[in-house]
């Protein structure tokens, strides 16, 4: 098998993994709104999660660990879409709040750090902004 093979693969389960953190986030609540689904789709395209992979990621027993990134940016990214999914129906409750707190600290962030992103990140989020400027503003 070619190394380029290998990496990919652990590319796809590294996908698959920050897909089924997405999913969790979402069925938070307990409910998942068709925004939330809608946003989920998106996240499968892009992350390219298979209908098997999609399927499986939705039922109740979650068994993917949290993937952290070793890149800062990557790390951001992953936030900003755990807030996207939070986000989607435009209701943040504090199971999502507590639940991205936890992700925030799976990513390698310190419990003090995680609670201050998070504060900043639903304060910057209510005015809906794109990746680059959430990028910006985080890191000043």
Not at 76 to 91: G, K
Not at 108 to 134: M, N
């Amino acid at each position: 098998m070619p190394i380029l093979d290998l990496y990919e693969h652990g590319e796809q389960r590294k996908n698959l993994a920050h897909f089924a953190t997405l999913a969790s986030l979402a069925a938070a609540d307990g409910v998942i709104t068709d925004e939330e689904k809608t946003a989920l789709d998106k996240f499968a395209f892009r992350l390219n999660i298979t209908d098997a992979e999609y399927k499986e990621v939705m039922k109740k027993e979650n068994k993917y660990p949290i993937e952290t990134p070793h890149s800062g940016e990557k790390r951001l990214r992953r936030l900003f879409d755990f807030f996207e999914i939070a986000f989607a129906d435009n209701v943040v409750d504090q199971e999502q709040v507590g639940l991205i707190v936890k992700y925030a600290i799976g990513l390698g962030y310190s419990p003090s750090k995680a609670k201050l992103i998070v504060e900043k990140s639903i304060a910057i989020f209510t005015g809906r902004i794109d990746f680059e400027d959430y990028q910006f503003l985080m890191e000043k």
